[in-house]
């Protein structure tokens, strides 16, 4: 089985920054990809950023590019997300998941979630 615990989350004034961080245990598969979601009650969760298991392929959402930097620790097994120049759009449950294979945008092929991190960022 395995547990994803996320943590880093927090407040902050926009333009300032956060930095996630997903610890995996458990039965986690070394060659997962791994991803950052995000979810603001009434919507779809959203892709953030995702990674690849031997984290040579990153992949943002638009609204990431620029802003956010993924990067993974396979002997820690821990996964980051570093968000930069916060906006209150960012604001949003965050999410780390695991995923088989290679990365996909789509929720559905992860195995396992995380229970989240709450971002928050006022203007």
């Known amino acids: 089985q395995v547990q994803l615990v996320e943590s880093g989350g927090g407040s902050v004034q926009a333009g300032g920054s956060l930095r996630l961080s997903c610890s995996a245990s458990?039965?986690?598969?070394?060659?997962?990809?791994m991803g950052w979601f995000r979810q603001v009650p009434g919507k779809d969760r959203e892709g953030v950023a995702l990674?690849?298991?031997?984290?040579?392929?990153?992949a943002y959402g638009d609204f990431a590019k620029g802003r956010f930097t993924i990067s993974r620790d396979n002997a820690k097994n821990t996964v980051n997300l570093q968000m930069n120049s916060l906006k209150p759009e960012d604001s949003a449950m965050y999410y780390c998941?695991?995923?088989?294979?290679?990365?996909?945008?789509?929720?559905?092929?992860?195995?396992?979630w995380g229970q989240g991190t709450q971002v928050t960022v006022s203007s």
């Open positions: 998941a695991g995923k088989r294979g290679n990365c996909s945008w789509y929720t559905g092929r992860y195995y396992a």
């Open positions: 458990g039965d986690i598969d070394s060659s997962s990809c």
């Open positions: 990674i690849s298991a031997d984290g040579v392929y990153s």
